[in-house]
């Protein structure tokens, strides 16, 4: 019922010792009480393990996003946990990420071309990555958000018809996951 004294843990140890420690506040109903913890954690793994970095900076974002609510600061905090899996061979959580912080970046757009184009450039890196096979519904969520990103881009440039091309092929793609059968609200979206 109650962890041990985290006392004179170092490195990863501690890394885990704080994230079990956020872990109870979250499950406790306090996430605010958890982002201390988990940023502890994160500074405390980066140098040992950068998979365990971006852990704990993937769930802080997460964290941050509930408590605080979308923000600059929630965008920052997944673009730390995507560096962290730079060159690392961790493709597939590091897609993940990139998908979270392209629906960071699409929400605080709010219409406006700059973040939309960021949004787009990491559902982009995220369907690099993600499949139909191994995937679906990561795929399917990363193909629909690119081409919703590129739709609310205002259309005033000789490429918008090419950017109308990929957003109407990625529907398509998304299409392939939600059917009607399977998920009728998103098919029917």
Not at 65 to 92: P, T
Request: glycine share 10%; proline share 5%.
């Amino acid at each position: 019922d109650r962890l041990p004294d985290g006392e004179g843990l170092t490195g990863e140890w501690r890394a885990l010792w704080l994230i079990a420690q956020a872990a109870r506040h979250l499950e406790g109903d306090a996430p605010a009480e958890a982002v201390p913890l988990l940023e502890q954690a994160a500074d405390a793994a980066g140098p040992i393990s950068p998979l365990l970095a971006a852990q704990a900076l993937g769930t802080l974002a997460h964290t941050v996003r509930e408590v605080e609510g979308v923000s600059g600061k929630v965008a920052q905090l997944y673009r730390r946990a995507v560096d962290a899996l730079e060159g690392s061979g961790l493709d597939e959580p590091r897609a993940e990420l990139w998908l979270n912080l392209g629906m960071t970046y699409h929400e605080l757009a709010q219409g406006g071309r700059g973040a939309l184009i960021e949004a787009v450039k990491c559902y982009q890196q995220a369907v690099r990555v993600l499949t139909r096979e191994r995937h679906p519904e990561l795929f399917a969520l990363a193909h629909n958000n690119l081409a919703l990103a590129y739709l609310a881009m205002p259309m005033t440039e000789a490429g918008d018809a090419l950017r109308m091309g990929v957003a109407v092929g990625s529907l398509r793609e998304a299409l392939k996951v939600y059917t009607r059968e399977t998920h009728p609200e998103r098919w029917a979206g």
